[in-house]
């Protein structure tokens, strides 16, 4: 082959390897794009994931606070009743307490006063041994004595000014025999249905206007 021939065939054999350069660079070009393109899809994909990831997880999250907020709203109300259902049976118990214990009293009062009266009768009477076991031996340290104590008395009369527990407040006057009379004033205090002590002051004899 001649000179001009090689030179021809050269020069179309650098065009060849030129052009499959030119294409080989624009498979390459092409390639890294597509390289390229796939990776921005799979960020793409993965921060899709990750959004969604993150809003189940808020989701979640809200749901689990809303749950707590509703559930310490129903204990909150339970502990509401509860304490309101406590305090009205305390206070019912105490209302009840006193009307229990205002009842007490008045029985006691009721008792007390009874007490006296059965006692001052029963002198009167001349029942003596009854006057003696409703307290006159809380007085007295025989009933021989206690009943001595009678002999010059005529009568008793009593005056009941009030009634306090188990305190019954009175004006005591005795009409004695010898035509004398004795008024006493002050307080009784009765225990266990009988007469357990007696606070009173007077006692000084005067002339009775019930003697000629």
């Keep these: 082959m001649s000179r001009t021939g090689w030179a021809a065939a050269g020069g179309a054999a650098g065009t060849l390897v030129a ?25 793409d994909i993965r921060a899709t994931a990750s959004a969604a990831a993150a809003a189940d997880q808020a989701a ?12 310490k709203v129903v204990a909150d109300k339970k502990a509401a009743d509860k304490a309101a259902a406590d305090k009205a049976a305390a206070d019912k118990k105490a209302a009840d ?12 009062e009721l008792l007390a006063r009874s007490t006296v009266d059965a006692y001052f009768r029963a002198i009167n009477a001349t029942n003596y041994r009854t006057a003696y076991d409703l307290g006159g031996h809380n007085f007295n340290s025989s009933y021989a004595s206690f009943r001595a104590g009678f002999e010059n008395t005529a009568s008793d009369e009593w005056d009941i000014t009030g009634v306090s527990g188990n305190r019954v407040y009175l004006t005591l006057t005795a009409y004695n025999l010898d035509c ?23 006692g000084r004899f005067q002339p009775s206007r019930y003697c000629d």
């Excluded at 660079?25 to 990776?39: F, M």
């Excluded at 004398?180 to 007077?202: D, F, I, K, N, P």
């Design 19 to 43: 052009g499959l350069l030119i294409v080989m660079g624009v498979q390459t070009h092409q390639s890294s794009e597509t390289a390229a393109r796939a990776a921005r899809e799979v960020a």
């Design 60 to 71: 979640t999250e809200k749901a689990a606070a809303d749950k707590a907020a509703a559930d």
């Design 97 to 108: 307490k006193a009307v229990a214990d205002k009842k007490a009293a008045k029985r006691s």
């Design 180 to 202: 004398t009379t004795q008024v006493w004033r002050g307080y009784y205090v009765v225990t266990a249905g009988e007469l357990s002590s007696a606070h009173l002051t007077g």
